[in-house]
């Protein structure tokens, strides 16, 4: 089954393995040692990392590897994307309204 990123995306355990991995390929070993779960949990982090695409898991030797696929990022920052540019064009809609408003306002004559 392949998974969703969004969905690797909104664990913090998955988020924080991400962080980890980030800059460097790390072993499962590596991993797990910073969390306070057992190495079984981790690896169904990992293995729902990997369905979804953010991860890729090489061996060299006995060891297994995981590192960042930063081209399925795009899909997560192209739909931020979408709303970044909706919100700021809001948000400066909403700026040159108060500010009009407060021209205005320092007009008008007090009675």
């Not at 990123?5 to 355990?13: K, L």
């Not at 800059?23 to 969390?35: E, R, V």
């Not at 990392?49 to 890729?56: A, R």
Request: with cysteine; aromatic share 10%.
């Amino acid at each position: 089954m392949r998974r969703d990123v969004f969905q690797a995306i909104a664990d913090p355990t998955r988020r924080e393995i991400i962080n980890l991995i980030a800059h460097q390929s790390l072993n499962l070993n590596a991993i797990a040692d910073n969390f306070a779960v057992s190495r079984p949990a981790i690896s169904k982090h990992i293995k729902i990392l990997t369905e979804c695409g953010l991860v890729t898991i090489t061996q060299h030797g006995r060891e297994h590897y995981c590192r960042m696929d930063f081209g399925k990022f795009r899909e997560v920052s192209d739909f931020i994307e979408q709303y970044r540019v909706f919100w700021t064009q809001k948000l400066d809609a909403l700026g040159d309204f108060l500010e009009k408003e407060e021209k205005q306002n320092k007009i008008k004559p007090k009675k």
